[in-house]
């Protein structure tokens, strides 16, 4: 009887641990988004300064439920859920990364308006670089030829399934159409 209530024990206290671990994260992220959604005239300066100031409120917290010891990839962890988490829920900062990415489709067609397809050609025969192919791609793409592109990014990453750039700019296709 004594272990099955010192089950029952621990279960409810890991319960209450996940429940306040995510009221905590909502509490954050609420006041987050009401920092951000406060500028007409959203930029970086905006997330950088909305970081700075709400951030280390909750600092002793986040160490709590995100024991983090200065390994990258777990701040790099903890910012990409917080992202995902501020895209579904704070519309001021997902309508300013809509514009951050529209920005960024514009610069990057500007880019390959003065490049030749057929220069990129030539020097894919010469090389038969994997980076060369994925250039020839992001030309396809940057022109509206869209279907061949990502035949293109598929095609790499059937002979290299880990090239980020290629799913990042598959996702970045898809979204276009």
Request: aromatic content about 14%; overall charge negative; glycine content about 2%.
């Amino acid at each position: 009887m004594k272990k099955i209530l010192f089950l029952i024990i621990l279960i409810l206290s890991a319960v209450t641990y996940e429940i306040s671990g995510q009221e905590f994260l909502t509490q954050l992220d609420n006041e987050f988004c009401n920092c951000v959604s406060k500028e007409t005239n959203y930029s970086n300066k905006t997330f950088e300064d909305c970081s700075a100031q709400v951030i280390p409120k909750y600092q002793k917290d986040l160490v709590k439920l995100y024991p983090i010891d200065n390994n990258q990839n777990d701040k790099d962890d903890f910012m990409n859920t917080f992202m995902v988490r501020l895209l579904k829920n704070c519309d001021s900062f997902y309508y300013h990364m809509e514009d951050l990415k529209k920005s960024g489709i514009k610069l990057f067609k500007t880019e390959y308006q003065n490049i030749s397809f057929s220069a990129l050609q030539e020097k894919f025969k010469k090389s038969q670089n994997i980076q060369d192919y994925w250039e020839m791609a992001n030309w396809k793409f940057a022109n509206n030829e869209y279907e061949d592109a990502g035949r293109m990014y598929n095609e790499i990453l059937k002979n290299e399934p880990n090239q980020t750039e290629s799913v990042y700019m598959l996702a970045l296709l898809y979204d276009e159409l």
